[in-house]
């Protein structure tokens, strides 16, 4: 069996098995896109809180274990990533992950929102398991000092200047915070 890490990325992995996978996700963020503009950024935080958690094999997916954490507060749009696997499962039946499913949504986020079209390699493989516990401890939490978000980032060998750029993320989006236990969301 092929665990979540050694899976074998390729530009053109799908190019047999499911040739149109981009475009069936690019139309199915833009739908939802359609009724909420918002929807961009909660698919490319979705991307980061995956990827953080046991390297970006869809665990976040996996029953109410990594979203019980407080650390996944106001992830949104899970949903939307269950909605195209069932498309894709009648389009290319087995083939497609949803690691790769939450990376192509976050991709086309990007593209949609006004950024690069960035091109991206495929074939993540789905995990199994998932862990609260995991998650609490690898998603950073909103205090971080700047010393421990840059240790994050240099730790997976991005250098100073690709951590600021990752931290550009936070352009697209807003917050949350919970105010006598309703959850109000801050502009978009
Ligand atoms: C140390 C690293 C990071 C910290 C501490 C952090 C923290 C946060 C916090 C506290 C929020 C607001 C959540 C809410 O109240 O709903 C947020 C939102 C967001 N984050 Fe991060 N973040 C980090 C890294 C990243 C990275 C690497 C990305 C993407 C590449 C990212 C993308 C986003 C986006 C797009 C939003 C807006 C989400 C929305 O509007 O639903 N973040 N982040």
Partial sequence: MVGACEAQLAYDYYKISCPHVENTVRNAVLGVVFTDPTAPAA??????HDCQVQGCDASILLGNSEMASGMNFGIRKLQTIHHIKYKLEAEC???????DIIALAAKVS??????PNIQIPLGRKDSTISSLQAADLNIP???????????????????????VAIMGAHTLGGGHYKHCGQVIRLAA
């Fill in 43 to 48: 698919f490319l935080r979705l991307l980061f």
């Fill in 93 to 99: 039946p087995g083939q497609v992950s949803c690691a």
């Fill in 141 to 163: 939490p909103p205090n971080i000092t700047v010393d421990a978000l840059l240790d994050i980032f240099t730790s997976k060998g991005l250098n100073l200047e690709e951590s």
């Fill in 110 to 115: 990007v593209a949609l929102s006004g950024g």
